[in-house]
């Protein structure tokens, strides 16, 4: 009997050291591994994206370049503004802009100015009639003319006036003029 009570007590301590195990794998070894795992995820993920934010930081570093060298072409275009008393002889070159493109002119009226920080600006409306390609002519003129006013809306829409094709010109022109603490300067 003794040794079947030997025998009791072994097979209980071999239990116990084989429980004892399980739990150390269980509770230590096992989330050790997967922390592990997670960790060489976390890492990759990290390259993943240290590689992205390089790629994003070298993009945004050409940006950067290519911002810097317009701005300092666009310091190199001549473009003067004028003194806002001015609006009748800027309106005279637009309208004589217009008959030599070949567009009849029936209105040009200017809106109210508007001050802004570094310079004023006035909405101007053009309308006429002519051809298609007068109204483009005008258009491309006024582009390469005139860098002080900008096109920001037109419409050309061709209409059959007893049965000659005629094209209704209406362009709405943004002019952009000194600001009213520079006018003393140039008057």
């Known amino acids: 009997m003794k040794r079947s009570q030997n025998m009791g007590l072994h097979l209980i301590g071999v239990l116990g050291c084989a429980t004892l195990l399980a739990a150390v794998w269980l509770f230590a070894l096992m989330p050790l591994t ?35 060298d317009i701005g300092e072409e666009l310091d190199r275009i001549p473009v003067r503004l004028q003194a806002i008393g001015r609006m009748n002889a800027r309106i005279a070159v637009l309208t004589d802009m217009a008959d030599k493109s070949g567009v009849r002119v029936q209105s040009i009226t200017p809106g109210a100015p508007l001050s802004r920080p570094h310079y004023r600006l006035v909405d101007i409306r053009l309308q006429g009639e002519g051809s298609y390609r007068a109204g483009l002519r005008l258009l491309n003129d006024i582009h390469e003319q005139l ?39 140039v008057e």
């Open 34 to 68: 997967e922390n592990r795992r997670e960790a060489e995820g976390l890492r990759t993920r990290l390259a993943s994206l240290q590689s992205e934010m390089d790629q994003q930081r070298a993009s945004h570093n050409r940006f950067e370049r290519r911002l810097a």
């Open 147 to 185: 860098g002080d006013v900008h096109v920001v809306g037109f419409e050309l829409v061709a209409i059959n006036v007893a049965a000659k094709p005629v094209t209704r010109i209406d362009l709405q022109l943004r002019w952009y003029a000194l600001p009213a603490s520079d006018l003393a300067s």
